[in-house]
């Protein structure tokens, strides 16, 4: 299973970016890959929802994931149930550090049922994770400033 860490310092306040996070419906318009978004169903604290997903050299795929959130604690877990993969998982911590400025804990794994797509994600990893990470950064600058 491949697995990532980062911590990301960024110029809005922690509750804004926790909504943009959260506001999966909006994420065909500003992530590369993400075709659509459709929610199953939606409750006070967690969301079941499928993406479609278009790569270049792919058949679109769809992924069907269990979002929880705390938006007392700012936090946004995702578990995977249903895709072309053996196991994703995500969490989203939002941690104040002044009014306008927030450390957002970021955590990544997943494993795909073929060893070939495994080993492919792999290699374009770190440009997969970081394209993802910019996508929401300029989404907040675009929306908050």
């Known amino acids: 299973m491949k697995s990532s860490q980062k911590d990301i310092i960024i ?5 804004n970016l926790y909504k943009i996070v959260l506001d999966i419906e909006k994420y065909p318009e500003f992530i590369p890959w993400c075709n659509k978004i459709i929610i199953k169903s939606k409750s006070n604290n967690e969301i ?16 069907t994931s269990h979002v929880c959130y705390d ?4 936090k946004i877990n995702t578990s995977y149930i249903k ?3 053996k196991n994703l998982n995500t969490e989203w911590i939002f941690n104040p550090l002044e009014i ?20 492919l994600a ?18 907040a600058d675009d929306i908050l400033n």
């Not at 938006?71 to 700012?74: D, F, I, M, R």
């Not at 794994?109 to 060893?115: A, G």
């Open 100 to 119: 306008k400025k927030t450390k957002i804990n970021f955590n990544l794994s997943f494993q795909f049922e073929k060893i070939f797509h495994q080993k």
């Open 48 to 63: 079941f929802a499928d993406m479609i997903v278009k790569y270049s050299f792919f058949l679109p795929q769809i992924f």
């Open 83 to 85: 895709g072309p993969l």
């Open 122 to 139: 792999e290699i374009f990893f770190d440009l997969i994770e970081n394209q993802m990470i910019n996508s929401f950064k300029k989404r």
């Open 11 to 15: 110029n809005h306040s922690a509750k």
């Open 71 to 74: 938006p007392k604690n700012l």
